[in-house]
């Protein structure tokens, strides 16, 4: 961002984790390419690590993004454990009731049912298509299917996102999301990142 003073008033990490250091004539390249290095390096010895900001809208292991506010993360506790296991458990409930030509009612009727600790902070989809953000089709959980849903057909082809959101209504949080291929006789696994070890003992 431009100052009168023409003085460096920005920095920031982009998505690709290049830190850009704008001074009063240029864009400061050489700087921004040394900075992004120790970055990583610094990146590389803390992962995981959590976000130590409060107004950030983002949580979980992730690299820091806030200079100089990072905190190490030790590992999970019982209770992030119990989150993690319990998406975990909704998400490998609801991939293999995926069916080709099953309809979305009786999907919802043979969905996880979520535990009524975690029902107000749940996701509103269970599942839903694949593309630039959550596209058709949208399937309901059992319990918001009569206000929300509607009803369709699963068919082959549709490349699926099988979702869960747990977390009680204060706290931490869980998301975790399988990608799937609704093939002519049944559900194909896309996804090939594991899941994680530690939050699974």
């Not at 050489?30 to 976000?51: H, I, N």
């Not at 454990?81 to 998406?87: G, N, S, V």
């Not at 609801?94 to 902070?121: E, T």
Request: charged fraction near 20%; charge should be neutral.
């Amino acid at each position: 961002m431009r100052s009168g003073s023409g003085r460096a008033t920005q920095c920031a990490v982009s998505r690709k984790g290049t830190l850009v250091t704008r001074t009063s004539q240029k864009w400061s390249f050489e700087v921004a390419a040394a900075k992004a290095r120790s970055v990583a390096q610094t990146v590389s010895s803390l992962q995981p690590r959590f976000c130590a900001c409060s107004e950030c809208p983002q949580c979980g292991p992730q690299p820091q993004h806030h200079e100089g506010r990072a905190k190490v993360w030790k590992g999970p506790n019982a209770a992030q454990r119990d989150l993690y296991k319990t998406a975990h458990e909704q998400v490998q409930h609801n991939m293999p009731i995926l069916k080709p030509h099953m309809s979305f009612r009786d999907y919802a009727n043979a969905a996880w049912d979520i535990p009524g600790k975690y029902n107000a902070r749940r996701y509103y989809l269970s599942v839903h298509g694949s593309g630039m953000t959550g596209e058709y089709p949208y399937l309901y959980h059992h319990g918001d299917f009569p206000d929300a849903g509607y009803d369709g057909e699963i068919l082959p082809g549709m490349t699926l996102c099988v979702e869960s959101v747990i977390g009680a209504e204060a706290g931490e949080g869980a998301k975790l999301e399988q990608q799937v291929l609704i093939t002519e006789t049944d559900v194909e696994l896309l996804s090939e990142f594991p899941f994680e070890a530690a939050l699974m003992a």
